[in-house]
Nanobody
Framework: QVQLVESGGGLVQAGGSLNLSCAVS????????MGWFRRAPGKERESVAV????????SYADSVKGRFIISRDNAKNMLYLQMNSLKTQGTALYYC?????????????????WGQGTQVTVSS
């Protein structure tokens, strides 16, 4: 049973930064693409960033390109999201997700379950 535990959310002013973390267990972490998603109030969950299992490929939503950085530490089974220049539109519940298949070549992810999420609130 895969477990995903997000942390690092909080309240930040617009223009500020936050670093999210996700601890993963129950899978051979290094074999799976990983991603961050978010669900803003009243909206559908959307993909924010994806990182390949080798860390060599990444993909970002247009809305966060140049401001967010996804990274992973395969030795620690940890996924990270560095969020800079945050905007009020970034207020959402942020989730990490693990792909449902191993060794996917493209920087995409078809999630196999979700963690509880970590709340990010960006004030103006």
């Amino acid at each position: 049973q895969v477990q995903l535990v997000e942390s690092g959310g909080g309240l930040v002013q617009a223009g500020g930064s936050l670093n999210l973390s996700c601890a993963v267990s129950g899978r051979i972490f290094s074999q799976y693409n990983m991603g961050w998603f978010r669900r803003a109030p009243g909206k559908e969950r959307e993909s924010v960033a994806v990182i390949g299992w080798t860390s060599r490929v990444t993909s970002y939503a247009d809305s966060v390109k140049g401001r967010f950085i996804i990274s992973r530490d395969n030795a620690k089974n940890m996924l990270y999201l560095q969020m800079n220049s945050l905007k009020t539109q970034g207020t959402a519940l942020y989730y990490c997700a693990i792909d449902r298949q191993t060794f996917r070549g493209k920087p995409e992810i078809h999630p196999n379950g979700w963690g509880q999420g970590t709340q990010v609130t960006v004030s103006s």
